[in-house]
């Protein structure tokens, strides 16, 4: 069974819809969070990250990420998006449980119609 | 500039070759990784190595190779052994293993024919 999962394969919505995308992991014990973004042409890049603290983490071009320790949940948000969000979301797991490797979801494909 | 190099951007092989695709890192990071990207199945990891001279197997290594001779390189052999090569591979590197993020690299495509 995948250690992370992302619930939704391909997600299509309007500009200014609020976006919500599901990751949940399987790992115990302490685990960092991170989400990646994967724009057309481009190499993947850090939207935003959760190593403890706060579980709710901001990062860049307005989204936010709720760590939910009880239900394994690292999902992302962002209340309106805009056409240039149009990307590949990807949810990443860094687990002691697992020596520290680096574990990746599916990947979620988003496409925001103008 | 600092970054991750990964050469070349496209890769052509015939069946039954060995290939090696280059990773250069100049962050001075001790972490680097491998992962295989297919339509639909994320980010799959190959290989990974916390320091020089270390390495670990990740989750799809069957087929694959890896060196950690110098802290900046990290190169990935695909053998023929591989029984599907043809993919999307990424390189990526981080201060440590642990909680520190990963930089990428703009990605190397194999096709095998």
């Known amino acids: 069974a995948q250690s992370v999962s992302q619930h939704n394969h391909h997600v299509i919505l309007s500009e200014a819809a609020s976006l919500e995308l599901g990751c949940n992991y399987s790992?115990?014990?302490?685990?960092?969070l991170f989400w990646y973004v994967q724009y057309p042409g481009q190499h993947l890049q850090l939207l935003l990250k959760?190593?403890?603290?706060?579980?709710l983490v901001k990062g860049i071009k307005g989204f936010e990420a709720e760590f939910i320790k009880s239900k394994f949940s690292f999902n992302l948000r962002k209340p309106s998006v805009q056409w240039s969000d149009t990307a590949e979301y990807f949810c990443?797991?860094?687990?002691?449980?697992?020596?520290?490797?680096?574990?990746f979801g599916g990947g979620t494909r988003v496409l925001v119609k103008p | 500039d600092g970054g991750i190099t990964q050469s070349p951007k496209y890769l052509f092989r015939k069946e039954g070759q060995n290939v090696t695709l280059s990773c250069e890192q100049n962050?001075?990071?001790?972490?680097m990784y491998w992962y295989r990207q297919d339509p639909g199945q994320g980010l799959r990891l190959i290989y990974y190595?916390?320091?020089?001279?270390?390495?670990q197997k990740g989750d799809i290594a069957e087929g694959y190779s890896v060196s950690r001779e110098k802290k900046e390189s990290f190169p990935l052999t695909v053998t023929s052994a591989q029984k599907n090569p043809t993919a999307f591979y990424l390189c990526?590197?981080?201060?440590?293993?642990?909680?520190?993020?990963?930089?990428f690299g703009q990605g190397t495509r194999l096709t095998v024919v």
């Open positions: 990526a590197s981080g201060l440590n293993l642990g909680n520190t993020e990963a930089f």
């Open positions: 790992y115990g014990g302490t685990v960092n």
């Open positions: 959760y190593f403890s603290g706060d579980p």
């Open positions: 990443a797991v860094n687990a002691r449980a697992a020596g520290n490797k680096l574990t």
């Open positions: 962050l001075n990071h001790d972490a």
């Open positions: 190595s916390q320091i020089v001279n270390d390495f």
